[in-house]
């Protein structure tokens, strides 16, 4: 089945411990993105990947790292997480841009960061 | 500046009636435009997208329109069902700019029994 996995599906977690968030996906996408959502702000996107080894920031990110080593995968880092980054996190996919290109997003992540 | 919105943050209709919900954009460069279904605890599901040398697309039960001369986008669900209950977003990508789309902060749908 095609989709984007996300895990953990849930994390708690306290200040300041680094922690990571994996995605993958089995569709062969150039294009793979990571958002937030927080409720009144919609979705807004922390970084992208057009390709592998190829990371650009998007309107959110700072606290945040990713890479992309390989195709398929694109995992979030938070070094040092703080509250405010509390969040319901997506990533998501698309065979090559999104600006022609349908994205899928994987079920989210919740992160709590106390 | 770019933004995408929407006219009513939540809609509710009759089970059986036909729901209409409206966004707004205002880059005029856009030119394909997609509806997203968020269901409570899941991620953002296509519904259907529309370019804009097209002003109308029809998928099974919903139909998007778009009206370039006044920016304005729409998502017609017919004969709505419970299933149907969830946050609708408008995003809109620009052709040029392949790297990004602009999502609309969702318009909630509520069945009425």
């Known amino acids: 089945e095609a989709q984007v996995t996300q895990n953990p599906r849930y994390l708690i977690t306290v200040t300041g411990k680094k922690l990571t968030v994996t995605c993958s996906q089995n569709m062969n996408h150039e294009y793979m993105s990571w958002y937030r959502q927080d409720p009144g702000l919609g979705l807004r996107q922390i970084y992208y990947?057009?390709?592998?080894?190829?990371?650009d920031k998007g309107d959110v990110p700072e606290g945040y790292k990713v890479s992309r080593k390989e195709k398929r995968n694109f995992p979030l880092i938070l070094e040092s997480p703080s509250p405010n980054q509390t969040s319901l996190y997506f990533c998501?996919?698309?065979?090559?841009?999104?600006?022609?290109?349908?994205?899928?997003f994987g079920p989210g992540t919740r992160l709590t960061v106390l | 500046g770019e933004s995408v919105g929407l006219h009513l943050p939540t809609l509710s209709v009759q089970e059986g009636d036909n729901s209409i919900i409206n966004c707004a954009y205002s880059?005029?460069?856009?030119?394909?435009f997609i509806w997203y279904k968020q269901e409570s605890g899941k991620g953002p599901q296509f519904i259907i997208d529309i370019r804009s040398n097209m002003d109308k697309r029809q998928g099974q039960r919903v139909t998007v329109l778009l009206n370039k001369t006044v920016k304005h986008l729409s998502l017609q669900i017919a004969a709505t069902q419970p299933g149907d209950s969830a946050v609708y977003f408008c995003?809109?990508?620009?052709?040029?700019?392949?790297?990004?789309?602009?999502f609309g902060k969702g318009t909630r749908l509520h069945i009425l029994p």
């Open positions: 995003a809109e990508g620009a052709g040029n700019r392949d790297d990004k789309i602009i």
């Open positions: 998501a996919s698309s065979l090559n841009g999104v600006g022609t290109d349908t994205q899928y």
């Open positions: 990947s057009m390709n592998v080894e190829v990371t």
């Open positions: 880059n005029s460069a856009s030119d394909y």
